[in-house]
């Protein structure tokens, strides 16, 4: 996958060592160049993290994605099945959302040829990987409703 957000900070040789521990173990008082470089390439991480962060929620943004792969963890379903488990979801809106996760990788369509034409959605090696934040979320979320 390629990288979504990468910025570099140029620091000098001297600047590297040091900031690496192989200079000294702390930095001189009132070097303001040294300074400014390490908050530099310290706001550059949060820059990275905020972008990766921004991207993980544009991948997840959607009223129905996590419950629709929540949905699907315990194995394929049929497009009805899940209408059918998602309380006030519209088959637009699953169609729409299905696509979506389609598209980014997190499900899969089969296609059986029979008559009438069956469909089977089911989660992918990547959907997979999102299943320890989504019981993070789970768990979170019942906490919070439970206070409320």
Known sequence: MQPVYQRQVKISQQDQAALAGQIADDPPARDESFHGTYVEAERTNEADAAAVLHYTLKLLTGQWKCSILHQLMPGPARFTALRRSLHGITSKALT???????????VERRVYAEVPVKVEYAITPRGQSIEPVLRTLLTWGRSQYLQS
């Open 96 to 106: 729409s959302q299905l696509r979506e996760l389609e598209a980014e990788r997190f």
